[in-house]
């Protein structure tokens, strides 16, 4: 499984990129708003942190598949291993295959039902994301919807990798692991939680203890060594 961290705050990509487990960095426009005038400044001061090889994800604006296209094309220019994301609908799937075919990497994101996953590999796209928890928010089985999607994919040997976002539990992660699902995007908080257990500091704490303990009971002080002199 690949883990891209879900931020565009540079430092919030240091921190997980000192971990040696992170394969890119995924944005859409909410999150590069918070830090960010510009797509372009964005990815530029992204690039300057992560490898080249790493893919790094921007979304377009653009809702008709002419413009969608022309913004890809735009996003694709801004670093190498750019992946664009188009909002799952009827044009970002003429746009899928355009981009598709000019050899620029797309993810069908903000995806819902497994159809909509279809059609988007179907044309090509690389990746796509389905929103799993936000599945659970409108009422259906988000975990369900996305084994649904993978296991059409894999059914129809298409391609295309699953990029689960909007994970918010443990329970999910290994859910998804167990799956298969190829890839996951964390927000930074999340990818914290998920290395932190009040049981793991609780036993670390006694550990210590414990060794400290044997230590002064095993070493005597200076003037007990006097002494049995």
């Given at each position: 499984?690949?883990?891209?961290?879900d931020t565009?705050?540079?430092?919030?990509?240091?921190?997980?990129?000192?971990?040696?487990?992170?394969?890119?960095?995924?944005?859409?426009?909410?999150?590069?708003a918070r830090?960010?005038?510009?797509?372009?400044?964005?990815?530029?001061?992204?690039?300057?942190?992560v490898n080249?090889?790493?893919?790094?994800?921007?979304?377009?604006?653009?809702?008709?598949?002419?413009?969608?296209?022309?913004?890809?094309?735009?996003?694709?220019?801004?670093?190498?291993?750019?992946?664009?994301?188009?909002?799952?609908?009827?044009?970002?799937?003429?746009?899928?295959?355009?981009?598709?075919?000019?050899?620029?990497?797309?993810?069908?994101?903000?995806?819902?039902?497994?159809?909509?996953?279809?059609?988007?590999?179907?044309?090509?796209?690389?990746?796509?994301?389905?929103?799993?928890?936000?599945?659970?928010?409108?009422?259906?089985?988000?975990?369900?919807?996305?084994?649904?999607?993978?296991?059409?994919?894999?059914?129809?040997?298409?391609?295309?990798?699953?990029?689960?976002?909007?994970?918010?539990?443990?329970?999910?992660?290994?859910?998804?692991?167990?799956?298969?699902?190829?890839?996951?995007?964390?927000?930074?908080?999340?990818?914290?939680?998920?290395?932190?257990?009040?049981?793991?500091?609780?036993?670390?704490?006694?550990?210590?203890?414990?060794?400290?303990?044997?230590?002064?009971?095993?070493?005597?002080?200076?003037?007990?060594?006097?002494?049995?002199?």
């Amino acid at each position: 499984m690949k883990f891209y961290i879900d931020t565009s705050d540079v430092e919030e990509i240091k921190a997980a990129l000192d971990l040696g487990i992170i394969s890119g960095v995924t944005t859409n426009p909410s999150i590069i708003a918070r830090s960010w005038n510009s797509f372009e400044d964005a990815v530029s001061a992204i690039d300057a942190v992560v490898n080249e090889e790493m893919e790094v994800f921007a979304e377009v604006l653009s809702t008709s598949c002419e413009d969608m296209v022309k913004e890809g094309k735009k996003i694709a220019s801004l670093r190498k291993n750019m992946v664009v994301k188009l909002p799952m609908t009827m044009e970002a799937i003429k746009a899928i295959g355009i981009l598709s075919q000019c050899g620029i990497k797309t993810c069908a994101t903000i995806c819902f039902h497994p159809v909509q996953a279809l059609l988007a590999s179907v044309a090509k796209a690389n990746y796509v994301a389905p929103y799993l928890s936000r599945i659970d928010d409108i009422g259906y089985d988000g975990m369900k919807t996305v084994k649904e999607i993978h296991d059409i994919c894999r059914r129809y040997d298409l391609r295309t990798e699953i990029l689960c976002a909007s994970i918010r539990s443990p329970k999910q992660m290994i859910e998804l692991a167990k799956e298969g699902i190829e890839a996951v995007t964390l927000a930074p908080s999340f990818l914290r939680s998920l290395m932190t257990s009040p049981s793991t500091e609780q036993m670390i704490v006694k550990f210590q203890e414990d060794w400290e303990n044997a230590v002064r009971t095993a070493v005597p002080s200076v003037g007990e060594k006097n002494e049995q002199l």
